[in-house]
């Protein structure tokens, strides 16, 4: 049997019969005991398999007591059956998240984490029926760009997409070099390079009609560039200049938004009224200004002047429309 084998009935053994001895070792391998210690020290350093020795019992076995006697394997991964629980949860997310984007590739391992997961108390049925990821307003990308894109991404290739812009309803060609993958309130998006504009620009990932990898390397960017171009500003829109918004909600709707996370560097205080202050920073008004108008009279901008004179606009534009009721 090769090396992947012996791994493999190494760890059935242990889970078996709990303490093994080496001449067992050696019988059921039928390797020398040079090829074991070397099997075991690469298990060990290697693939953290906790195996130890057992002086006193004359035999090798897995280390800890109690969960830990439950320890299950995977290639190249050890854990117990609640961390076999956790990786089923989040594969369940990440498939909810973008169907199809693991496809085949992930079925293995679910057969796998299934079967460790009906070892325990938990049916894996019941798992993957009472974890759900709810989302709104996303819009569905095609499996065949989103692999394109990836796959350029990791192996640092540059792109040529063809991109619908939907501000100006516009389709334009781009030549980009792949930086990040982000996905933000439901939704994918790619920054790039783009060589046309020479700057960072973030693509809506379901706008991009065709996408061909090319054999060029990409550019490369910082990555103090690009925590710049994406942590700086608000939102997933970006802009040259920094500006910090000042927003005071009713203390009603303090309640609920003086929990929620806006942004990371953002800052709330509370008035004498009881009122939310939230303090935001943003390079592009845009995203914030919807943020705003779902929060309709519970929120005032109290500053800077352009962006209340745009939410103020905003909001007398969608007043017009009721105008005749």
């Known amino acids: 049997m090769d090396r992947s084998e012996r791994f493999h009935k190494i760890d059935s053994l242990l889970l078996r019969h709990g303490i093994v001895s080496i001449d067992r070792m050696l019988e059921e391998l039928e390797v020398s005991r040079a090829t074991f210690k070397r099997d075991i020290e690469y298990m060990r350093d290697r693939l953290h398999a906790p195996i130890e020795w057992d002086r006193d019992a004359g035999g090798y076995r897995y280390s800890g007591d109690g969960p830990e006697l439950g320890r299950q394997a995977l290639p190249g991964l050890w854990f117990n059956s609640?961390?076999?629980?956790?990786?089923?949860?989040?594969?369940?997310?990440?498939?909810?998240?973008?169907?199809?984007?693991?496809?085949?590739?992930?079925?293995?391992?679910?057969?796998?984490?299934?079967?460790?997961?009906?070892?325990?108390?938990?049916?894996?049925?019941?798992?993957?029926?009472?974890?759900?990821?709810?989302?709104?307003?996303?819009?569905?990308?095609?499996?065949?760009?989103?692999e394109v894109v990836a796959s350029a991404l990791f192996r640092r290739e540059r792109l040529e997409l063809a991109y619908y812009g939907r501000e100006r309803g516009e389709s334009s060609r781009r030549l980009v070099s792949p930086q990040l993958l982000i996905h933000y309130r439901s939704n994918w998006y790619l920054v790039a390079w783009c060589h046309e504009k020479e700057g960072l620009r973030s693509f809506a990932m379901d706008s991009i009609e065709d996408v061909e990898a090319l054999s060029r390397p990409a550019s490369r960017v910082s990555k103090q560039d690009l925590d710049d171009f994406v942590g700086n500003g608000y939102g997933i829109f970006s802009g040259r200049k920094l500006t910090w918004a000042r927003l005071r909600f009713s203390a009603e709707r303090a309640r609920w938004v003086e929990r929620e996370r806006w942004h990371a560097q953002q800052r709330a205080t509370r008035d004498d009224k009881g009122r939310l202050i939230l303090e935001v920073p943003y390079t592009d008004a845009r995203e914030l200004t919807m943020d705003i108008l779902r929060h309709g009279p519970h929120v005032e901008v109290l500053g800077p002047s352009g962006l209340r004179s745009d939410v103020r606009r905003a909001l007398s534009q969608a007043l017009q429309q009721y105008a005749d009721a």
């Not at 993957?128 to 990821?133: F, H, Q």
């Open 82 to 146: 609640s961390e076999a629980y956790a990786l089923l949860t989040m594969q369940a997310v990440l498939a909810d998240m973008q169907p199809g984007l693991l496809g085949g590739h992930i079925e293995p391992l679910k057969a796998r984490l299934r079967a460790l997961i009906e070892t325990g108390h938990q049916a894996a049925s019941d798992v993957e029926s009472r974890v759900k990821l709810l989302t709104t307003a996303s819009r569905a990308v095609p499996d065949k760009h989103f």
